[in-house]
C-alpha cells in the first residue's frame, strides 16, 4: 500500500506544479517574485499638489475685491457718521452749539458708528491679510460664520440706530450746527446700513454655499 501512495502523491504535486506555470506562462516563478519585491514606489507628480495649492483660490479674486471695497464703504460712511456729530460741538468755542451728549439718541448713533468702524477696520485687516498670506489668519469656515452672525447684528443696530435719529432732527434747534451734522449723520448711518445688508447678503450666501452646497 505504501508503494502504491507513493506514485498518487507525486501526480498531485505534479499536478499543481503545472497549473501553478499555466497561471504565469513563460515566466519564471522567482522571476515574478524578484519583480514585485524590487518594483519601485510610484514617484508623486508635482502636479498632484495643484488641487491642493489652489483650494485657497477657488473663490474668484474680483469676489475678495468686491467684498474689500463694500468693506471700506461701510468703514468711510461709518467715519463720517460719527464725525459730524463730534464736530459741531467742537467748531465754536465762543458760541457753542448744542452737543450731541446732550440727545441720549444721537449718542446712541455715535456708539454705533463706532462699533461699525471698529468692526469693519477689523474685517479690512482680515481681507487684506487673507489677500497677502492665504487665509492662515482665521479658516476659511469660522471666518464665514463669524461674518455672518455679526454682520446680522451691526446691520439691525445700524436701522436702528438710523431710525431713533430722524425723530431727532426735529427736536434740535434749526440753524444749529448740531441740526445740519445730524442730518448727515443719518443720512451716512442709512447708507452704511445698505452697504453694510449687502454684505450680511453675500457672508449668508457664502456660508449657505459652503455648508449645503
Not at 471700506?72 to 460719527?82: D, E, H, Q, R
Request: with cysteine; glycine share 4%.
Amino acid at each position: 500500500m505504501e508503494q502504491v501512495d507513493e506514485p498518487v502523491k507525486d501526480e498531485r504535486e505534479q499536478h499543481v506544479l503545472a497549473i501553478g506555470f499555466r497561471i504565469m506562462p513563460g515566466v519564471s516563478p522567482v522571476a515574478s517574485i524578484s519583480q514585485s519585491q524590487h518594483q519601485p514606489f510610484p514617484t508623486p507628480s508635482p502636479f498632484s499638489f495643484s488641487v491642493a495649492s489652489t483650494r485657497w483660490s477657488s473663490r474668484p479674486l474680483i469676489h475678495r475685491h468686491s467684498n474689500l471695497f463694500l468693506r471700506f464703504s461701510v468703514l468711510l460712511f461709518s467715519f463720517i457718521s460719527a464725525l459730524t456729530l463730534v464736530t459741531p460741538s467742537t467748531n465754536n468755542k465762543h458760541h457753542p452749539s448744542p452737543s450731541f451728549t446732550d440727545y441720549s439718541e444721537l449718542i446712541y448713533c455715535f456708539i454705533v458708528a463706532i462699533i461699525a468702524l471698529v468692526y469693519t477696520a477689523f474685517q479690512l485687516f482680515k481681507g487684506i491679510s487673507d489677500i497677502a498670506h492665504r487665509g492662515i489668519l482665521i479658516s476659511d469656515l469660522t471666518s464665514d460664520y463669524l461674518s455672518f452672525v455679526l454682520d446680522q447684528l451691526l446691520v439691525y443696530l445700524l436701522v436702528s440706530s438710523a431710525s431713533v435719529a430722524v425723530p431727532t432732527i426735529g427736536q434740535v434747534e434749526r440753524g444749529t450746527a448740531l441740526r445740519k451734522g445730524t442730518i448727515v449723520s443719518t443720512s451716512m448711518a442709512f447708507a452704511t446700513f445698505l452697504v453694510m445688508a449687502i454684505c450680511a447678503i453675500l457672508s449668508g450666501y457664502k456660508l449657505c454655499k459652503r455648508i449645503g452646497w
